[in-house]
């Protein structure tokens, strides 16, 4: 009796252990697994592809997809006239495209410096000839500003190489109106080497204190390095009496009637920038009036 009781227990345990501890199905569960009917679950789309009763499709319901349609606009009424066409209207100027472009986003920066300020505008206004066979030419800026070159020499910068030979101009700029500055520049040409000099005499234009008879307010002297200037004014009818850079100065500054003289060194550009410089401490007599607090016509008693 011990033996079938032990074999039997045996077997109900293994039984036991292969149902609970077995990873993988059971025969029985995988072919009911297989052939299981799929759970109906009602779709969210069916209910939003359903056709509302609200649209109205009676108009297609004698309609075949495949017959031709005839098309017919509506007649225009009278008087009308029609648009014309964007390909057959005229070209833009380039005046009007640059006038747009800086209605929409401003002004441009066109690369020149005026009286120390950069010129916004674009650049079409200020044409410039550039490009292959061009020969680097440019378009004169007309800002009123009449240009004169004084002196154009040849310097030299020793390298390791040997020497490197450029230009350098001296060039000074004036309206005649009572504004006039020099300016300096280096280029391997010298045409490049004049075109900076001009834009760096229009980058120090200074305003020239004048009278009413185009002369001085009053005398004044100007030094710059080993070179000094004297200006005086003069009556009307003496006209300038001046030599050197000084004189090119004055006649592009608008004075008619004034007196210079150049004392050391007889460097242009020495004897420019004193001139200048002598200018600056000249003021008129409304500017002398007002930093006493006394009228004008105080001054002459």
């Known amino acids: 009796m ?13 039984l036991s252990a292969s149902s609970r501890f077995s990873l993988l199905p059971s ?14 679950r009602p779709s969210l789309l069916c209910a939003k592809c ?34 014309p066409s964007f390909d057959d209207a005229p070209l833009e100027t380039e ?37 292959f066979g061009s020969g680097g030419k440019k378009e004169k800026v007309r800002d009123g ?8 020499r040849r310097v030299t ?33 010298v045409v490049a080497a004049v075109q900076k000099s001009a834009i760096n005499a229009r980058r120090n234009i200074i305003k020239v204190p004048m009278t009413k008879y185009s002369t001085f307010p009053h005398r004044s002297d100007g030094d710059y390095g080993a070179a000094k200037v004297m200006l ?14 000084v004189r090119i100065v004055l006649e592009m500054a608008g004075v008619e009637n004034a007196l210079g003289k ?8 020495n004897n420019a920038r004193a001139a200048v410089i002598a200018v600056q401490k000249m003021k008129q007599f409304r500017e002398v009036a007002q930093e006493r607090g006394i009228p004008m016509e105080e001054l002459w008693k």
């Open 232 to 245: 005086r004014p003069a009556s009307p009818g003496t006209g300038v009496i001046a030599g050197g850079a």
């Open 145 to 152: 500003f009449e240009e004169r070159v004084v002196q154009v």
């Open 27 to 40: 025969p029985q569960h995988t072919v009911s697994l297989l052939f299981a009917k799929p759970q109906h």
């Open 50 to 83: 359903k056709p509302s009763d609200d649209i109205d499709t009676s108009f297609f319901d004698n309609l075949n997809p495949q017959d031709d349609i005839d098309f017919n606009p509506p007649e225009p009424p009278e008087g009308f006239v029609a648009p």
């Open 157 to 189: 910068k020793v390298v390791k190489g040997g020497k490197q030979l450029r230009f350098r101009a001296v060039v000074i700029v004036g309206d005649k109106k009572g504004q006039v500055g020099v300016g300096v520049g280096k280029a391997k040409e």
């Open 262 to 269: 150049q004392l050391g060194s007889n460097n242009a550009l």
């Open 95 to 131: 005046e009007e495209i640059a006038a747009a472009y800086e209605e929409l986003y401003g002004p441009a920066f066109s690369g020149v410096s005026v009286l120390g300020n950069d010129v916004f505008e674009t650049d079409a206004l200020v044409k410039k000839d550039t490009g």
């Open 2 to 14: 011990a033996a079938p009781s032990l074999s039997s227990a045996l077997s109900s345990l293994s």
